[in-house]
């Protein structure tokens, strides 16, 4: 059975720091490329961020380039995102997903986690 646990959302102020974190257990994680995305309410899950399997590829949506970073252990089976200079229309439930694919859209993606929330005051 595939799980994916996020952790690390909180309320944070404004130009503030956060680090999500991805925990990932039944399936072979360096065979996945792990994605980051959000969800405000009422809006569209949209990527964050990519990494492929060995980590030599990323991407980053335009939004948060020069801000967030994606690393992933495959040692540690976890995916991370640090998240810098955080502004309040970066709140959203963040997700951690898994794709066979080198993919920014969430319809190749197979498995996603609970999700995690990031609220940013301003």
């Known amino acids: 059975q595939v799980q994916l646990v996020e952790s690390g959302g909180e309320l944070v102020q404004a130009g503030g720091s956060l680090r999500l974190s991805c925990a990932a257990s039944g399936l072979t994680f360096s065979s996945y490329t792990m994605g980051w995305f959000r969800q405000a309410p009422g809006k569209a899950r949209d990527i964050v961020s990519a990494i492929s399997r060995s980590g030599g590829s990323i991407y980053y949506a335009d939004s948060v380039k020069g801000r967030f970073t994606i690393s992933r252990d495959n040692a540690k089976n976890t995916v991370s995102l640090q998240m810098n200079s955080l502004k309040p229309e970066d709140a959203a439930v963040y997700y951690c997903?898994?794709?066979?694919?080198?993919?920014?859209?969430?319809?190749?993606?197979?498995?996603w986690g609970q999700g995690t929330q990031v609220t940013v005051s301003s």
């Open positions: 997903a898994a794709s066979k694919y080198y993919a920014v859209s969430a319809s190749q993606y197979d498995y």
